[in-house]
């Protein structure tokens, strides 16, 4: 017969018994587990509003000679790693919006010949005169950027959404 090693005296461990998990454990577990994930979603929702705060600083994007009529030029807004796009009108009107997708954050382009802002990844469409979307996955609208026009200076305000 082997001898016991000395550890199992201080570990005693029944093989039979190992993998047996008790209901209160589980309980214990699953209360836990639940606990940890409403606080993760608590935590999640204050950096969304904190992120969704609107932007008020004021920043120059380019001038005015830069977009044609009917065109789009690309900016960033309120940081650098914030990509947005300005569009041009047929009648001058200036609209700008982030450049992310609502959907999975894809780059959205302007289709001049469409006339719409088209995301490439998954098809997905959205109005240039709202950002609503059209077409495609995405349901939310893009966060729109406020534009000022200073003579031919053009400059951000804020961000909305
Ligand atoms: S990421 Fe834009 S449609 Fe999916």
Known sequence: MRPEPRWSEDFPVEWERDHYITRRELAKF????????A????????????????????????????????????????????????????????????QVCTHLSCSVIYKREAGKLFCPCHCGYFSPADGRPTAGPPTRPLPRIRIERD???LYATGREG
């Open 151 to 153: 003579g031919e200076d």
């Open 30 to 37: 699953l209360v836990l587990g639940s606990m940890l994930l």
């Open 39 to 98: 606080g993760a979603n608590v935590l999640i929702r204050i950096l969304g509003f904190r992120r969704a705060k609107p932007d008020a600083s004021r920043r120059r994007i380019g001038s005015l000679s830069q977009v044609p009529l009917g065109g789009s030029m690309l900016f960033r807004y309120p940081t650098e790693g914030d990509p947005c796009i300005l569009l041009r009108g047929e009648d001058g009107s200036l609209k700008a919006y982030s």
